[in-house]
């Protein structure tokens, strides 16, 4: 073998690997080029991990393991060679033969399984690698957890006696088939809340623990005692209606695993590679599987952030991230900390809070953005002027030139947001909840997806339940009962019941309308498959009647139509989407969707979010609400260390939402619950340097203006600063009429349309010349008449 030539072209190999992935940093190199064996990425916030992610698996299979390898194919020619350095010199530009004569055992896409935890991350990595390979990236399997095992069910679950036309039940399914158990077994909701036991129902799936695994594990508890029987009764619901819970969806993959060997074979001869992003959101049922699959050929890496664990209460287990360099022996460890997201400031006061933790594994992100302006933390006199002094930040950096949808408003529990809300109502901000009532929680759509679902699987005796008498069909309560006691005692399914409504006595007096009801949705399931899901969609909505119902409920039922014909247009997607649609798939797609799944960052409002909402996403601006004893941390962690540290995590991600600008505030008193409190500042809050904060707090002069035994108004007055919002004024001093010219500090100038008296002020509607007909409250938009 001539050694000089194959110096050089191992040289060269790995110079165009690193032009390549030139832009990737030195340690995000180390990443890309590591393959083989377990490997663990600790990706700092804003690290850049899914463009890690993208190019390791590009490296992957477009150049194997050519990078650390010395390997030179005998078929290697001195032409060749003098090719590759005309190729490095930027002489040549034919990529495809570069990698051709580079690589050196390329793994197949489809031997790759690649795990994320959300629908949008799944979706965003599938984009990058069909610009990134072209065809090769639809071979490769990116996907949920649950996705994933959906696919793996729909083949194998007949094995544990399931069919393949299972449906999903969701959080709300779940819940009336509790409350259902709980009635036949004469248990008070009162003391047993339904929610609280599918809690726990659910945590015992998340250990992997059957109904009778659980029930051993009680002991003399009479409430877990409860729960394992209303477990028992539940899964056994569960499964006469061929359903399974968003648990039930990893569990019942590992059992399937467990319980045949061949079955398991199967997924690790065919996922020889599995990358599982987020890992430090892992509970122990998806652990296992992750063992499972990889235990064979090691080939695992794992991408996480253990200073990022902050689902304890979903089941997460930070102890995954941690012990993974025992669980895989060997695992090779590295940290990824140069941040591109987050200034200086924020990044240092972010480091700040997280050093107070000590269970981690440590790292120190840097970066060499600007240091950027300070913190601003505004200490307000309470939760009303805390949201005038949100709604006036936005409002001027507006004015600036941002747009609204570059802000984020964060805060640690829900029931904060409804002054926030109330403040940007006033200002006539626009604003988007995430986490409200999502779009597929919406009864229209809820009763259009089980018309669906009862269409799929006839069996699915919740959503049948549900849809029977909607529209009213003279079908009570009473009838329903007698039908599901009839299958239950028969061991038919209920459907089989309607057909036949005529055949059981207690059924007569109902038995047209049943069988009536059944023979509709027989003719329905025989359009399923010939003709399109929107089409399909159509028939139910007037062969059911629905249609008619909306049509007679006027200005609502038409934006409940609105609604449903929002859901046409997702399952116009769908088929659009995939080379094979089906009703069964299009079910299956959105019944594992989140709501952050429909966040659009496209549309310009302001973005209201819990701070757990907010993982994985940036914003130019955030807000964060409510740092306050009591609050963030909450009460109940305030006593527990592990907690605290769960918490002080949650802070850190929250900082580190924010690209440019970072605003804390707190309040002096906040009514919540119905209860006046007084709350210290976080103590994240002061974990912050204060040198990397401007500070302003108005309850200072609050105080200085009572001492001065000033009137109300004036010392509301005296509180404002950088214009947080005056003082309502008096009724005599509004001027403004129909016709009038007015101005506005954002949406610019226009012309009253009407005014509408409301307590002490008025409802201005106004058509601005640069963003249409707004209504804004008088007081708060600081209206100002043009002479």
Same mark, same amino acid.
């Given at each position: ?246 648990? /039930?969806? *990893?569990?019942?993959? #590992?059992?399937?695993?467990? &319980? %045949? ?5 199967? =997924? $690790? ?122 709604? /006036?930040? *936005?409002?001027?950096? #507006?004015?600036?030139?941002? &747009? %609204? ?5 964060? =805060? $640690? ?375």
């Amino acid at each position: 073998m001539d050694f000089t030539l194959k110096n050089r072209y191992n040289a060269l190999k790995r110079q165009i690997i690193d032009d390549f992935f030139s832009r990737m940093n030195p340690m995000q190199k180390q990443a890309v080029y590591a393959i083989h064996g377990p490997v663990l990425i600790l990706a700092g916030a804003g690290s850049g991990k899914t463009t890690v992610i993208v190019n390791r698996i590009a490296n992957m299979i477009q150049f194997g393991e050519a990078y650390d390898s010395d390997y030179m194919p005998a078929q290697i020619t001195q032409e060749d060679v003098d090719f590759l350095e005309e190729y490095a010199r930027g002489e040549s530009w034919d990529l495809e033969r570069a990698i051709s004569l580079i690589k050196n055992r390329p793994v197949a896409p489809w031997n790759i399984l690649a795990i994320t935890f959300t629908n949008k991350a799944a979706g965003e990595l599938k984009e990058r690698l069909q610009a990134m390979l072209g065809e090769a990236a639809q071979e490769i399997n990116a996907s949920t957890f649950h996705s994933a095992c959906v696919r793996i069910l729909r083949r194998e679950i007949e094995n544990l006696g399931y069919r393949s036309s299972f449906t999903i039940y969701d959080t709300d399914d779940s819940v009336r088939v509790v409350k259902a158990a709980l009635k036949a077994m004469n248990i008070d909701e009162k003391r047993f809340s339904p929610k609280a036991v599918l809690g726990e129902i659910g945590r015992a799936k998340d250990q992997l623990l059957s109904s009778a695994d659980f029930a051993s594990t009680v002991g003399e508890d009479f409430r877990l005692q409860v729960i394992a029987k209303v477990y028992d009764y539940y899964q056994k619901q569960l499964m006469s209606a061929n359903a399974v819970d968003f648990d /039930d969806i *990893i569990m019942l993959t #590992v059992r399937l695993f467990q &319980k %045949f060997p061949e079955i398991l074979d199967k =997924y $690790r001869s065919r996922f020889r590679y599995v990358m599982v992003d987020e890992y430090q959101d892992t509970n122990y049922a998806q652990f296992m599987l992750v063992n499972l699959l990889a235990s064979q050929h090691q080939n695992i890496c794992v991408v996480g952030d253990d200073d990022q664990s902050i689902y304890k209460f979903r089941g997460a287990d930070i102890g995954n991230i941690l012990n993974f360099e025992d669980q895989f022996p060997g695992a090779k460890v590295i940290r990824l900390e140069e941040n591109y997201r987050c200034t200086g400031t924020i990044l240092d006061a972010a480091n700040a809070v997280i050093e107070n933790n000590t269970e981690r594994k440590g790292k120190t992100l840097w970066t060499k953005n600007d240091t950027g302006v300070k913190i601003k933390v505004h200490r307000a006199a309470d939760e009303g002027e805390e949201a005038r002094f949100i709604a /006036d930040t *936005i409002s001027e950096n #507006v004015k600036q030139g941002a &747009k %609204f949808s570059d802000h984020a408003v964060l =805060y $640690r529990m829900n029931a904060i947001s409804n002054t926030v809300e109330r403040g940007l109502v006033k200002y006539g901000i626009p604003y988007r909840i995430i986490g409200g009532l999502r779009f597929y929680e919406r009864k229209e759509i809820k009763d259009m997806i089980s018309y669906l679902s009862v269409l799929n699987n006839p069996s699915d005796t919740v959503r049948l339940r549900r849809i029977i008498n909607e529209p009213k069909r003279g079908i009570g309560d009473s009838s329903v009962n007698n039908v599901l006691e009839i299958a239950a005692g028969v061991e038919l399914p209920a459907f089989e019941i309607l057909e036949n409504a005529e055949q059981y006595p207690a059924l007569s007096r109902k038995a047209t309308s049943l069988m009536q009801f059944a023979e509709m949705l027989r003719a329905l399931m025989e359009k399923v498959g010939k003709i399109s899901l929107d089409q399909l969609l159509d028939h139910v909505l007037e062969e059911t009647g629905y249609l008619s119902m909306l049509q007679g409920e006027g200005f609502e039922g038409q934006t409940r139509l609105e609604n449903i014909e929002e859901l046409k247009s997702t399952m116009i997607r769908y088929e659009e989407e995939n080379d094979d649609p089906t009703l069964a798939g299009f079910l299956e797609e959105i019944s594992l969707y989140t709501d952050i799944d429909r966040y659009d960052p496209q549309a310009d409002n302001v973005v209201l979010m819990t701070m757990h909402s907010a993982k994985g996403l940036e914003f130019e601006n955030v807000i964060l609400v409510g740092l306050e004893e009591g609050i963030f941390p909450g009460m109940q962690s305030m006593y527990d260390p592990t907690q605290i540290e769960e918490e002080r995590r949650l802070a850190y991600v929250s900082l580190t939402r924010a690209k440019k600008r970072l605003y804390v505030t707190t309040a002096a008193q906040r009514m919540l619950f119905g209860q006046t409190m007084r709350n210290r500042p976080s103590r994240f809050l002061n974990e912050i340097p204060k040198e990397l904060c401007e500070m302003e707090d108005t309850t200072i002069a609050r105080r200085m203006s009572i001492n001065q035994r000033q009137t109300p108004s004036a010392a509301f007055k005296s509180t404002s600063k950088v214009g947080i919002g005056a003082a309502a004024q008096p009724e005599s001093n509004f001027t403004l009429k129909v016709g009038d010219m007015v101005s506005h500090k954002v949406f610019g100038q226009g012309m009253v349309l009407s005014i509408t008296p409301m307590g002490n002020d008025h409802l201005v509607e106004v058509a601005f010349e640069s963003v249409g007909t707004k209504k804004v409250m008088a007081k708060f938009a600081r209206l100002h008449k043009i002479q």
